[in-house]
Every structure is written in structure tokens, then in C-alpha cells.
């Protein structure tokens, strides 16, 4: 069985949480605007964009409604 990778592109983090790259470009651009932190994380490397994969089900888990 394959390792899933830790780190992933801003596509890859997308698809885990079922969203599209827009949405994740736009959390960051708000995020930066108003001050706010964003709703997902991320780590900026040069201008590159990763995000955790285990933060980003940790924050889809917070969100849950039950």
C-alpha cells in the first residue's frame, strides 16, 4: 500500500476536502485582507503553497455538525 503523501499542492488539498482550488486561493487572499488567520493552514515556501493533510482533516473534523 502507497504512503499518502503529508504535504500536498494546493489541487491535492482541494480534492481531500472536497473543494475547489478557488476556494482555498480565496481562504488565503481574505485570510491576508482582513488580518483573520484562514480556515485552513498552509505553509509558504517561496511562493509555493502546501498544506498538511493531517491539519486539513483535523479542521474538516472541527467543522462537523453532528
Known amino acids: 500500500m ?3 503523501k503529508r504535504y ?9 476536502i472536497g473543494m475547489s482550488e478557488s ?3 480565496q481562504d488565503r487572499y481574505v485570510a491576508k ?10 505553509i509558504r515556501i517561496g511562493r ?3 498544506y498538511d493533510r ?3 482533516l483535523q ?6 455538525v453532528e
Request: zero cysteines.
Open 2 to 4: 502507497a504512503q499518502e
Open 54 to 56: 493531517q491539519v486539513l
Open 33 to 42: 485582507a482582513s488580518g483573520m488567520p484562514p480556515k485552513f493552514p498552509f
Open 23 to 25: 476556494y482555498l486561493n
Open 8 to 16: 500536498l499542492t494546493n489541487k491535492e488539498a482541494a480534492d481531500v
Open 59 to 64: 479542521v474538516m473534523a472541527q467543522g462537523m
Open 48 to 50: 509555493t503553497i502546501k
